[in-house]
């Protein structure tokens, strides 16, 4: 039975590959295909979104996701994680992940719960990438907003000794590590093909998802409107978010313990049911062996997400 599914699993990946390459474009096509895609799209896009049209270099996830609002969801996250991956390639990833996991789970888990096992299996290795994708955004943007005070400063000091603001920009970018570094870079080549620095900036606040650096954009945007001392207003923007960072430490330092416990109440009930087994595993063998023991068990994962839900919207505090 394993030997067939091993080759059931080979064949679908080799057909799958076979018609991917099949229905690609010919590489010696593709750099004439790219400028006249560019040339037809020059007059009706955005010079920062032309670079950003090709969803994926596979044809048919690229023509199921082009689109989308979850395409267009998902090329957001990507860029904010600070990824090169496209979105067809992004969902290929999370399709043979999931595959992956459900056809491993299913040779090797025998019995009635086999199917049941893998359907699970492979729902959550579907969502593996998503959730390292969360995270690989959530600590970019925290990466994002520990660097703003420096960046400010260096803009702010570059504008008063007699610097353009496009040239402040550039010697922070210049001084500073990734990824505002990466960002700052951008920035220049975006109004480098033509972008105004307004709209420029504001697709850097909107791809990194940093509220502190969607202040900063705001409160620039708002001066070059009306006019003033940049400088000093960065200056005072800077110590905005200084102390804006000074109180979420001081909150985190706080609720620590609490945080703390809420992570053991999380996984308590896991170490407990794996305690059980290993103790008395035939009186536990009946929760997935029995009907209403599986009931039971989607219930409790059910109640358990929920709770570990709860617990950790209330221990988060905004600022």
């Known amino acids: 039975m394993g030997l067939e599914i091993i080759a059931a699993a080979f064949a679908f990946i080799a057909v799958t590959a076979l018609v991917l390459a099949i229905t690609a474009p010919a590489p010696g096509r593709r750099v004439e295909q790219r400028l006249a895609k560019l040339n037809h799209t020059a007059d009706r896009a955005p010079v920062g979104s032309v670079l950003r049209l090709d969803k994926g270099t596979f044809p048919i996830l690229r023509r199921i996701v082009t689109g989308t609002a979850w395409s267009d969801r998902a090329s957001r996250d990507l860029d904010r994680a600070g990824l090169t991956l496209k979105v067809s390639e992004y969902l290929m990833l999370r399709i043979l992940v999931g595959a992956g996991a459900g056809v491993f789970v299913f040779m090797i888990v025998s ?3 086999a199917l049941f096992a893998a359907i699970a299996a492979g729902v959550i290795g579907f969502m593996i990438p998503a959730w390292f994708l969360s995270y690989r955004r959530t600590r970019r943007q925290s990466a ?14 570059a504008l008063r000794s007699g610097f353009a603001f496009t040239q402040a920009i550039e010697l922070a970018a210049k001084q500073m590590e990734p990824p505002i570094e990466e960002e700052l870079n951008r920035v220049i080549r975006d109004t480098s093909l033509g972008m105004p620095m307004d709209d420029a900036l ?97 219930i409790a994962g059910v109640l358990m997400g929920l709770g570990i839900f709860t617990m950790r919207r209330i221990l988060r505090l905004e600022v």
């Open 111 to 113: 019995g009635s719960v």
């Open 144 to 157: 994002i907003t520990g660097q703003l005070v420096e960046t400010l400063t260096l803009i702010s000091n």
């Open 202 to 298: 504001q697709e850097m606040a909107d791809r990194s998802g940093s509220y502190d650096l969607d202040m900063i954009v705001a409160t620039i945007l708002i001066q070059r409107t009306t006019g003033g001392n940049l400088s000093e207003i960065l200056d005072n923007v800077a110590e905005t978010v200084r102390e804006r960072e000074r109180l979420q430490k001081e909150i985190r330092a706080l609720t620590a313990s609490q945080r703390f416990t809420g992570t053991i109440l999380s996984f308590y009930p896991l170490l407990l049911a794996a305690l059980l087994f290993v103790i008395q595993p035939d009186l536990m063998s009946v929760l997935w062996e029995n009907e209403v023991g599986r009931v039971l068990l989607v």
